[in-house]
């Protein structure tokens, strides 16, 4: 069974102080929380944005501000926060040029979020984005060709509709999960009806799943 249908995915946060030394601290978070999110293929591009907003925290609030970076799924996006507590220094898209010695930033996270903006709050503001994760539900699996091979067999093996799923909760994945090993018991019971040694055919399947997720940068299906 596809490994993001089990990821739930909570929204997390952390404090920071506006100095360049701690750029590289929150760079390193989201890479963690990416890879155990399952989201590793928006892992540069939600670095570059990290980097990006809490610079220009940096340069446009000053340096030792008291911020904070939230991270959250927004139906299938990565929500990707910075708050800060000035209201007044509110972040601008320029067009920047080469020569230009700011306004770069935001112009980066323009070309790499679906969409961002600047919330006001009551103890200061929010700078946000959001970047497409390819994910068909917010703790659901990426798409991909054997997922969906995947999901037509369950749906005509159970007779289920389209598209076989996990329901909510534990009991909705302990339900997928024990249609998903029934369809794999019965294989291996006709390769053994057939002469085949099920333990090798196993073996082969996991070596061409680690195969395939490693080249994907991580499981896909």
């Not at 909570?10 to 989201?30: Q, S």
């Not at 054997?146 to 159970?158: K, N, T």
């Amino acid at each position: 069974m596809d490994q993001e249908a089990c990821v739930t995915r909570e929204p997390w946060d952390l404090c920071f102080t506006a100095e360049p030394t701690e750029v590289a601290a929150l760079r390193r978070a989201m890479r963690l929380h990416l890879g155990i999110w399952g989201l590793h293929e928006i892992t540069d591009e939600a670095q570059l944005c990290v980097s990006e907003l809490a610079s220009n925290v940096i340069t446009h609030v000053g340096p030792g501000t008291p911020a904070t970076l939230a991270v959250s799924m927004s139906g299938v996006h990565l929500r990707i926060e910075v708050h800060d507590p000035d209201t007044r220094a509110l972040p601008t898209l320029l067009n920047a040029n080469a020569d230009s010695e700011g306004g770069r930033g935001m112009a980066l996270v323009d070309a790499l979020a679906d969409r961002w903006g600047v919330q006001l709050r009551p103890d200061g503001k929010a700078t946000w984005c959001e970047l497409a994760t390819g994910l068909t539900s917010p703790n659901g699996h990426v798409a991909g060709p054997g997922v969906q091979r995947a999901e037509a067999l369950l749906e005509f093996y159970a007779g289920a509709k389209p598209p076989f799923r996990p329901g909510p909760g534990r009991l909705g994945r302990a339900v997928a999960e024990e249609s998903v090993i029934t369809v794999i018991t019965d294989f291996l019971h006709w390769l053994r009806a057939h002469g085949c040694d099920p333990d090798e055919v196993l073996d082969r399947a996991q070596t061409h799943f680690e195969m395939q997720s490693a080249g994907s940068g991580g499981p896909r299906g």
